[in-house]
């Protein structure tokens, strides 16, 4: 049986790129490339990358870059994008809980949910973390967007899915305060306008939870920001007004 993330992106490529959190690219770029200094020899893994949106902008500038996702139907339309972009990107399915590349890459990327923290149990979604850092190179960069526990605190998480989706309607909501997860109900049409009902199951993460996991998994600085779409900055503080997070970490010297 497929989990509903596996759903969602069957069929979805076209509407996704309209999404509004999808409008952000250019700047995001801007902020990735500010992190790992213009240095266009570095190579990047972008995990969950999707349509390749992220992956292709960083080609057009020179950097080479290879994107995983579960999604077929996603990676297909990267591919086409990247065609018609005229840049070469290496696209491949893959899942992120179990990546197999060990200290091949200067940069991993997940971000707008790339796979992190959609997944059903916290084990898998940790297993997420150990494959982007298990790639790194020693000194390598992690640049991660992630659900901010802090939000559903102060706010109604049903109200800005609503507010923020273009083709979705999301209701039903119902958030535990234990498990940090939640857990609602999405209707969503495909690319050709089949409307699909997906019972949805999402972990929003504290602050301090991320922190722990990645010093847990090596690295020796962890950065937490507001995360802003289209606004990626290391001057924006988190607050509970902030939906994602963005995290900038960087690993240590590996063992050789």
Known sequence: MKQWYEELFNNYARTYDKE???????????????????????????????TGRHAIELAKRGYSITG??????????ARQKAAEAGVAVEFKKGD?????????????LILCEGGFPLMETDEMNF?????????LKSNGTFILT??????????????????????????GH??????????????VADDDGNKRI???????????EIT???????????????????????????????FEMLVVARYGMRKT
Request: glycine fraction near 6%.
């Open 68 to 77: 995983i996702d579960l999604s077929e139907s996603q990676l297909e339309r």
């Open 174 to 187: 119902s958030f535990d305060y234990m498990t940090l997860r939640d857990i609602s109900t999405f209707e």
């Open 146 to 171: 992630t659900l901010n526990a802090l939000f559903p605190l102060a706010h109604s998480v049903e109200e800005f899915m609503n507010s923020s989706t273009v083709e979705g309607k999301s209701s």
């Open 127 to 135: 297993a997420i973390l150990q494959s982007a850092a298990r790639a």
């Open 198 to 208: 997906l019972y949805c199951n999402e972990r929003y993460y504290l602050p301090s």
């Open 96 to 108: 992120a809980r179990n990546l197999t590349y060990n200290q091949m890459f200067d940069i991993t």
């Open 20 to 50: 509004s959190f999808t409008l952000g690219t250019v700047q995001e770029v801007d902020f990735i490339e500010k992190e790992v200094g213009y240095d266009k020899k570095k190579t990047i893994l972008d995990i969950g990358c999707g």
């Open 212 to 242: 722990w996991m990645l010093k847990s998994l090596g690295f020796i600085q962890v950065d937490i920001f507001g995360g802003q779409v289209g606004n990626f900055q290391r001057g924006l503080k988190l607050t509970p007004d902030d």
